[in-house]
């Protein structure tokens, strides 16, 4: 399909979606003429309030004239004279697609490359190019694929594609957020009506009656009704758009695999879908581990960091390559599968260029630190640049500690209302009411952990420990379990608390330091000959007749 029928049909889509709010609000307005003729007054009202309503998101929606640019998007501009390589690199690329260069380049922390073009007269002249590079798919490819990413990108400028995505693109934008409107009024709707019924119910039982229990089935079912609308036909729309957007695609994979190489393009098809997945792999269990507790990677390393584990774990990526995506992520996915781009790239013939024994990509940049404390500077919100910074191996045994001290909470809520052992210690971080104190040190901490652990070992030795974890939560099997099930669960959850109990004990005291490892779990590393002690430890501690002695040598301090 050439670009003049593709930018008809995009003002097609857009025109229908002004088509369906005026459908609608003829609809609205004979049933408001309707009620006026034949309806009784209270129902007439009733009908005109539901119908403005009703009306007015329709209104808005179809009143908003332009698609706000770049929302959403943060990232940082580099110039020329910042990186000059890589923009070298850019407008050489963009001259062998024959097409203009971008206008600006946006450094982001996706695992993403994409372009944008602000263009005027719905598509018909062109405006602002942007290309987006995020940094975190630069430190995953060597240069010979980042360059086929490039230039697949700069494709969709020599295709039009960014044009004529402008008239679709508002059409989505009118689509998405008049169902935003809908969803929220009757979200609001809902609230309100479950607040009356709540009320309600307060003053039955102020009366002394029972309270009815609170249905609000049925309530706001206008408003989702007309959500639903718009969004069959959002998605009529990008079914549409659909099997275009595609071929776009693929073309600019072919533009790519000429002008960068056969064998780059694919290689750099057949790395994003596990560079993807290693990114959020990365993002959750390494960059973000500690931002619960106000702390994280050194600067330059919360997107820069991504680099240590694929280094470590570029093996298990290869391997990952070699099982591409068959099917789409969504019916509505612009992109083709994975495996059917590569296969479309493959099929062509060997051009004799390979990416093999390539440079880094960051060879493009001029300082790859420097432009990843930048890119953290420009993206990360306010009050995660406040928060601390701490080297990797700090950061996670700090992390992993603190973690274990809040997932042992519930324990020492219990245990502050056992009868305390000799040495006298309350809960970590429990004045006595209305005193205000600052948060304890590490070592009154480790004191104050140790206590509840040796009173918790106390209350195990006497027999009333069994009440105290039956209050703790349970799994769902765990509070329907009775009898002797229901005790060797009770055991089980014992013998787990214990282990939390002790491990959070001997990290707040610096015994066991958790350890650092890019191609593994995290792992604690005990005081010498504690990892062979601790499970018989604990067997003994949950035993029928349970001897504690073992654990409190093990927690007693060197």
């Known amino acids: 399909m050439g670009a003049t029928l593709r930018a008809l049909r995009a003002f097609v889509l857009l025109a229908g979606f002004h088509l369906l709010?005026?459908?609608?609000?003829?609809?609205?307005?004979?049933?408001?003429?309707?009620?006026?003729?034949?309806?009784p007054a209270g129902w007439a009202l009733r009908t005109y309030v539901i119908s403005f309503l009703l009306a007015v998101p329709v209104v808005r929606g179809m009143a908003l004239l332009r698609t706000?640019?770049?929302?959403?998007?943060?990232?940082?501009?580099?110039?020329?004279?910042?990186?000059?390589?890589?923009?070298?690199?850019?407008?050489?690329?963009?001259?062998?697609?024959?097409?203009?260069?971008?206008?600006?380049?946006?450094?982001?922390?996706?695992?993403?490359?994409?372009?944008?073009?602000?263009?005027?007269?719905?598509?018909?002249?062109?405006?602002?190019?942007?290309?987006y590079l995020g940094l975190p798919l630069v430190a995953g490819l060597s240069e010979a694929p980042l360059r086929a990413v490039l230039a697949h990108e700069l494709g969709h400028y020599g295709n039009s594609d960014t044009r004529l995505s402008g008239i679709t693109e508002r059409s989505r934008v009118h689509v998405a957020r008049t169902i935003d409107r809908f969803e929220e009024k009757s979200d609001l709707t809902i609230a309100k009506e479950r607040a009356r019924q709540e009320r309600k119910s307060a003053?039955?039982?102020?009366?002394?009656k029972a309270p009815k229990e609170v249905d609000t089935t049925g309530v706001g079912f206008t408003y989702r009704t007309m959500a639903r609308i718009?969004?069959?036909?959002?998605?009529?729309?990008?079914?549409?758009?659909?099997?275009?957007?595609?071929?776009?695609?693929?073309?600019?994979?072919?533009?790519?695999?000429?002008?960068a190489g056969r064998d780059a393009t694919a290689s750099a098809l057949r790395a994003l879908p596990?560079?993807?997945?290693?990114?959020?792999?990365?993002?959750?269990?390494?960059?973000?581990?500690?931002?619960?507790?106000?702390?994280?990677?050194?600067?330059?390393?919360?997107?820069?960091?991504?680099?240590?584990?694929?280094?470590?774990?570029?093996?298990?990526?290869?391997?990952?390559?070699?099982?591409?995506?068959?099917?789409?992520?969504?019916?509505?996915?612009?992109?083709?599968?994975?495996?059917?781009r590569v296969a479309a790239v493959e099929a062509l013939p060997d051009d004799g260029r390979t990416a093999a024994g390539d440079r880094p990509a960051f060879a493009l940049f001029s300082s790859p630190e420097t432009v990843l404390c930048r890119v953290e500077d420009a993206t990360l919100a306010p009050e995660a640049?406040?928060?601390?910074r701490l080297d990797w191996p700090d950061l996670v045994h700090e992390s992993m500690t603190a973690m274990y001290v809040r997932d042992t909470e519930p324990l020492l809520s219990a245990v502050a209302g056992l009868p305390r052992s000799a040495g006298g210690a309350g809960p970590v971080g429990a004045p006595a009411p209305d005193d205000e104190v600052d948060a304890p040190a590490p070592a009154d901490r480790a004191g104050a952990l140790h206590a509840q652990a040796e009173t918790f070992l106390d209350a195990v030795d006497a027999g009333t420990v069994w009440e105290l974890v039956d209050r703790l939560p349970k799994s769902e099997q765990a509070a329907a379990a009775t009898g002797r099930a229901a005790r060797e669960f009770a055991r089980s959850?014992?013998?787990?608390?214990?282990?939390?109990?002790?491990?959070?004990?001997?990290?707040?005291?610096?015994?066991?330091?958790?350890?650092?490892?890019?191609?593994?779990?995290?792992?604690?590393?005990?005081?010498?000959?504690?990892?062979?002690?601790?499970?018989?430890?604990?067997?003994?501690?949950?035993?029928?007749?349970?001897?504690?002695?073992?654990?409190?040598?093990?927690?007693?301090?060197?």
Not at 21 to 36: E, K, R, S, T
Not at 313 to 336: I, N, T
Not at 385 to 388: C, E, I, K, T
Request: aromatic residues 6%.
């Open 21 to 39: 709010g005026l459908v609608l609000l003829v609809l609205l307005g004979a049933a408001d003429w309707a009620a006026y003729r034949w309806a």
């Open 68 to 131: 706000p640019r770049d929302e959403g998007t943060a990232g940082l501009p580099v110039t020329e004279e910042e990186e000059p390589r890589l923009w070298a690199a850019v407008r050489e690329l963009a001259e062998q697609v024959g097409t203009r260069a971008p206008d600006e380049i946006r450094l982001t922390s996706d695992m993403n490359a994409a372009v944008t073009e602000d263009a005027r007269f719905l598509g018909l002249l062109g405006g602002t190019r942007r290309l």
């Open 203 to 208: 003053k039955r039982i102020a009366r002394g």
């Open 230 to 259: 718009y969004t069959a036909y959002g998605r009529f729309s990008m079914r549409a758009t659909q099997s275009t957007a595609r071929r776009q695609e693929i073309a600019a994979d072919l533009a790519a695999a000429r002008i």
């Open 274 to 340: 596990a560079l993807g997945n290693a990114h959020e792999f990365y993002l959750s269990s390494y960059a973000t581990l500690g931002v619960e507790f106000g702390m994280l990677p050194p600067r330059g390393e919360v997107f820069g960091g991504v680099r240590r584990l694929l280094d470590a774990r570029a093996g298990e990526l290869a391997g990952m390559q070699d099982e591409l995506p068959a099917e789409p992520a969504s019916p509505y996915d612009s992109h083709p599968p994975t495996a059917e």
């Open 385 to 388: 640049l406040q928060m601390r």
């Open 493 to 558: 959850s014992l013998r787990r608390e214990l282990a939390r109990l002790v491990t959070t004990v001997l990290t707040a005291d610096g015994r066991a330091r958790w350890q650092l490892s890019w191609s593994a779990d995290a792992r604690l590393r005990l005081p010498e000959g504690c990892a062979e002690r601790l499970p018989a430890a604990l067997d003994a501690a949950i035993a029928e007749r349970p001897d504690t002695e073992p654990l409190r040598k093990l927690l007693a301090t060197a």
